[in-house]
């Protein structure tokens, strides 16, 4: 099975901050992966997928990047609404691993 | 729109087995996978497996293997996962979602997302 695992865990920031979460798999998953947005008490939303592509209806300020092994999500001004915990998951193979989120929270 | 609407929170024994359901509306319920994914209270996600509703193919994660069944009942574009031998280890949030595939250009391998998700659905297990 693939791991996936984020870092970091948890990160304070402000509004308007530009931020990076990143995600590394324990073997090449070629541009297979997806980020989701979670917040608390809701189900997660997509945001990315295939790396890099925009899901339609989120906003510019988000982006993913990477290939192979290693890849980052970008948020590039902190709204309010961003605060919430994030995941990778890889869709290279079964099972559909996630990481273990990155808890992003107010400074 | 295009929604999934998941059946209500759940209370079951130990040994017990339980069965979530996941409603449709809005696509076509055979042109997309559905996923079960589940979430324990402040833990990550755990992908459990998928299931195609035009051919019912399953496909489960190792860790559920024998114990979990997902179904569906495409004449009323319903999708449905039992877990059966429940254990406290058990409570959890659990999540429908859409599986879409996209077959890049030139590419082999469809990359694959969850892009519509129910709102969950809570199971305790407890004696």
Do not use: A, H, V
């Given at each position: 099975d693939i791991q996936m695992t984020q870092s970091p865990s948890s990160l304070s920031a402000s509004v308007g901050d530009r931020v990076t979460i990143t995600c590394r798999a324990s073997q090449s998953i070629s541009s297979y992966l997806n980020w989701y947005q979670q917040k608390v008490g809701k189900a997660p939303n997509l945001l990315i997928y295939a790396a890099s592509s925009l899901q339609s209806g989120v906003p510019s300020r988000f982006s993913g990047s990477g290939s192979g092994t290693d890849f980052t999500l970008t948020i590039s001004s902190l709204q309010p609404e961003d605060f919430a915990t994030y995941y990778c998951q890889q869709s290279y193979s079964t099972p559909y691993s996630f990481g273990q989120g990155t808890k992003l929270e107010i400074k | 729109q295009v929604q999934l609407v998941q059946s209500g929170a759940e209370v079951k024994k130990p040994g017990a087995s339980v069965k979530v359901s996941c409603k449709a509306s809005g696509?076509?319920?055979?042109?997309y996978d559905i996923n079960w994914v589940r979430q324990a209270t402040g833990q990550g996600l755990e992908w459990m497996g998928w299931m195609n509703p035009k051919s019912g193919n399953t496909g489960y994660a190792q860790k559920f293997q024998g114990r979990v069944t997902m179904t569906r009942d495409t004449s009323i574009t319903t999708a449905y996962m039992e877990l059966s031998s429940l254990r406290s280890e058990d409570t959890a949030v659990y999540y429908c979602a859409r599986g879409v595939k996209l077959q890049p250009q030139g590419g082999t391998y469809s990359y694959y997302y969850m892009d519509v998700w129910g709102k969950g659905t809570t199971v305790t297990v407890s004696s």
């Open positions: - | 696509y076509t319920f055979t042109s």
